[in-house]
């Protein structure tokens, strides 16, 4: 039997200990069950880090965070000094998700490294799980900040560049929530990892439509996100005419129709886009709106055809401004390109699902994920489990204790195997 085999025997996955963890996780939320809401530096999102520090450290695990809130904690292993093999997620939430989002690849990211501590497995070089901050871009209109800090994708300008709805920036919010120093120290010495794996949710139907136990991610989608604003005229509902009306809602309206019609356009199952955020003011059921701010989300696994479709709704949103005499500004927040999973990591997971007898597919993410700023700075790969009926991003989410399980099965094969060399 290999060294790998004997090594798979041993190591064991205590699944009733991981679903009682998320369980506990998901209480600290500002939403009713079955829903999750916890934002990022919110006090659900700080008691939430809270729980899961305690865990890593009854881990034995050497616990530490960034400036932004980054948080690693680290089983060194043998020859401490080495670059880390790195698992992790997120566990921040956007409003009225699940409590499985992210959630999976931290606390299974926690309970794979146990698993190897009790198969006696000793790691040659550290393995290091990370609670990436704020992969979600509700709070501050960017996706994955904490990852794109650590990779470089992003600088420290956005400390004071961004801000939430209430005006607040980056630096205040962080600083109330207990993470001070310069954000320039979050980005990561080069080499720091020597391969990333996340495990995740697929967040979408395949995976449980073939009967399947594990996905093994090759590409992860290339997100954009735009803000446009619609400055028109406000007035009163009953004393402006029709024909003297630069209503900002009715040109926003036409916009978010052209965002639809400009990603169908490309034909391709792979381009997605949704406009998420339909802010009008002044919101007031007699007064005509003045202005509009439209959030959208376009995804596609080929950045080309993206940049396409950019392009489509840049000429609407000028036909649109022109034709209705309103003013239409568009911001680029974000343009990413694609992210490819390193070969070997993906022949690693391969490998992990055959020695275990998973059913196992190739599949790309649509999602995006903090693996895909990390397959920047390291080779990397992500495990995807299947949920139900492919629901993501609302309370209904659901993945089984078993494929959670599976899940974490692999991703401990992965870590050992990776940890090894
Ligand atoms: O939107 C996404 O793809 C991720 O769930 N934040
Ligand atoms: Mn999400
Ligand atoms: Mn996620």
Not at 116 to 144: M, Q, W
Not at 202 to 209: T, V
Not at 273 to 288: L, Q
């Amino acid at each position: 039997m290999s060294a790998l085999s004997a090594q798979s025997a041993r190591i064991v996955i205590d699944s009733d200990r991981l679903n009682q963890e998320l369980t506990t996780l998901a209480t600290f939320s500002d939403s009713a069950p079955p829903a999750v809401t916890r934002i990022v530096f919110s006090d659900s999102d700080l008691r939430a880090r809270d729980y899961v520090k305690s865990l890593c450290l009854d881990a034995g695990l050497e616990v530490r965070e960034d400036s932004v809130g980054n948080t690693f904690a680290r089983w060194s292993g043998d020859r401490p000094g080495e670059a880390a093999v790195g698992t992790g997620s997120h566990i921040d939430a956007i409003p009225n998700a699940g409590r499985f989002d992210g959630t999976v690849g931290v606390l299974g990211g926690l309970e794979a490294i146990r698993a190897l501590k009790r198969s006696e497995f000793l790691p040659a070089r550290p393995i290091e799980l990370v609670i990436f901050t704020s992969e979600e871009p509700t709070r501050f209109g960017i996706g994955c900040l904490g990852s794109r800090l650590l990779s470089g994708s992003r600088d420290a300008s956005v400390d004071k560049k961004l801000k939430d709805k209430g005006g607040q920036t980056l630096r205040d919010a962080r600083t109330m929530a207990g993470f001070s120093g310069d954000l320039g120290q979050v980005l990561l010495p080069r080499g720091y990892y020597e391969r990333f794996v996340e495990l995740h949710i697929e967040q979408g139907p395949l995976l449980e439509q073939e009967q399947l136990d594990i996905g093994v991610v090759t590409a992860i989608a290339a997100p954009a996100s735009l803000g446009i604003s619609v400055e028109g005229q406000g007035g009163h509902a009953g004393g402006v005419l029709m024909p003297d009306r630069r209503d900002a809602l009715c040109a926003a309206a036409e916009i978010v129709l052209a965002v639809e019609w400009a990603v169908k356009s490309t034909g391709s199952f792979d381009t997605v886009g949704t406009t998420g955020v339909c802010d009008v003011f002044p919101s007031a059921v007699n007064s005509i709106p003045s202005r509009v701010r439209l959030e959208v989300d376009l995804r596609d696994i080929d950045e080309q055809r993206r940049e396409t479709v950019l392009r489509l709704i840049r000429q609407r949103c000028q036909e649109v401004a022109l034709r209705r005499s309103v003013d239409v500004q568009i911001e680029v927040v974000n343009a990413d390109a694609p992210g490819e999973c390193a070969r070997e990591v993906v022949e690693a997971i391969e490998g992990a699902c055959r020695r275990n007898q998973f059913q196992f597919r190739k599949i790309v993410s649509r999602a995006y994920h903090d693996s895909l700023f990390m397959s920047r700075i390291a080779p990397t790969g992500m495990i995807f489990i299947p949920c139900r009926d492919g629901i993501s991003h609302r309370p209904e989410e659901y993945a089984s204790p078993d494929a959670i399980s599976n899940g974490t099965r692999v991703l401990a094969h992965v870590l050992a195997e990776l940890a090894s060399r």
